[in-house]
């Protein structure tokens, strides 16, 4: 019988070097974005890659204010995303608001909602700043300390308690229901 616990710093080291990245660029700073990916940061000699599918993404990177229209999309999205994942929230406003900190439909705290394992201050974080964070995740993700995704379902209905509480009970229910027709409307076109 193989212990496969022997195997966890192997798996762990690879999962460090080959992050797959969904990002939410809600504000200002997605313009951070593309630096990272050219000549002078080349997040990719790290193994990350930008994907658009949130079922095949490890790293989810939140770049600027959130509003609660957009954290609905935002739960969904980290909902969607297989286990072990991680967020890395950059720039001040999903932080503390930012220079939104006393706009009404700014939300505060994005780690009320789902956890944060990495976060980045400032308005807004130079590239620099953004590699470091990376960098960040990576040690974290090697010696098991980037744990987000185990407190989300440890702490489950914490997390779900504020986000009915900003949404109401059965946002969920209703958020799908909204897509059902246009889902179906897919499926007819293909038929006709």
């Known amino acids: 019988m193989v212990d496969w616990r022997l195997f966890d710093p192997l798996i762990e080291y690879a999962r ?79 932080l503390n608001g930012g220079v939104y900190w006393d706009a009404y439909n700014a939300i505060k705290h994005l780690d009320k909602y789902i956890p944060v394992d990495v976060a980045i201050a400032g308005c807004m974080p130079r590239p620099e700043a953004v590699m470091d964070g990376i960098q960040k995740m990576m040690e974290l993700i090697e010696t098991g300390k980037a744990d987000g995704w185990k407190r989300y379902r440890e702490n489950y209905e914490y997390y779900k308690k504020n986000q009915d509480e900003l949404f109401g009970e059965g946002w969920r229910e209703r958020t799908a229901r909204m897509w059902i027709p246009w889902l179906m409307k897919g499926n007819n076109r293909g038929e006709e």
């Open 16 to 94: 460090k070097r080959s992050m797959w990245i969904v990002a939410f660029c809600t504000g200002c700073g997605g313009i951070e974005m593309p630096p990272l990916a050219t000549a002078r940061y080349d997040f990719e000699r790290f193994g990350m890659m930008p994907n658009p599918a949130p079922r095949m993404a490890d790293l989810f990177l939140i770049t600027g204010y959130v509003t609660p229209k957009t954290l609905k999309r935002i739960i969904i999205t980290y909902e969607m995303q297989p286990d072990p994942k991680y967020v890395l929230a950059h720039g001040s406003c999903p």
